[in-house]
């Protein structure tokens, strides 16, 4: 089992979480109020995800989508308490052969500033709770955990590199400490993990038109 390394940093500031008109909302001491990056980004795919779910029906849907929520949860619980250096929660068979193809990724992780840290920008007027800021094959990067069913490519992962460039720009607005690299991993069914690596700017600009799509209620 690897020991991870933990960088002695200031804490971040604490925000509540509320839900607010139907919307995820994040509250600052001072009363400030921000959507989550994850509300904020719900605008996109929204007309692929209803024809989704004409196509196989709303109960096989409801099944795959729970399924997937229940999955994605507890490779998540995984994640943060083995990067905690914690014992890790109880797992099925099939957890355990998924975590044994995973960690070897998870494993390239260190010198870590944050795990699940919350944000905010008042510059974007959002904030978020990232998985994990540290250091991947070297490199200070955001670093996100997600799951999937089937291998994803680049350009369906749009909306997940903006959210981490979203994560990128609060931490360098209430640290200072830029940071450019960001990094998908993700633990598919049945495959190999995927690992994706990209630059912060290079979606800023999908980032700031998601927040402008949901200010005005348009949906992708």
Known sequence: MKIFNHLDL???PKLSRKNIDGKRMYCTDSGDRFPSITTVLSCRGKK??????????SEQADKISKK???RGTKIHKICEDYINNEPLPELTLVEQETWNTFRPVV????????????????HLGIAGQCDCIAEFDGKLSIID????????????ISSYFAQCAAYAIMYEELTGIPINRTVIL???DDEQPSIFIEKRDNYVDYLL????????????
């Open 48 to 57: 692929g995800l209803y024809e989704w779910r004409q196509r196989v029906g």
């Open 10 to 12: 200031p804490e971040l």
């Open 145 to 156: 955990f997600k799951t999937s069913r089937r291998v994803k490519t680049h350009k369906q």
């Open 107 to 122: 494993e390239r992780i260190d010198n870590i500033h944050h795990v699940e840290p919350f944000m905010f920008s008042k």
């Open 68 to 70: 997937a929520s229940t």
């Open 209 to 220: 038109e998601s927040k402008r799509m949901f200010e005005a209620g348009e949906i992708d």
């Open 186 to 188: 993700m633990s598919v």
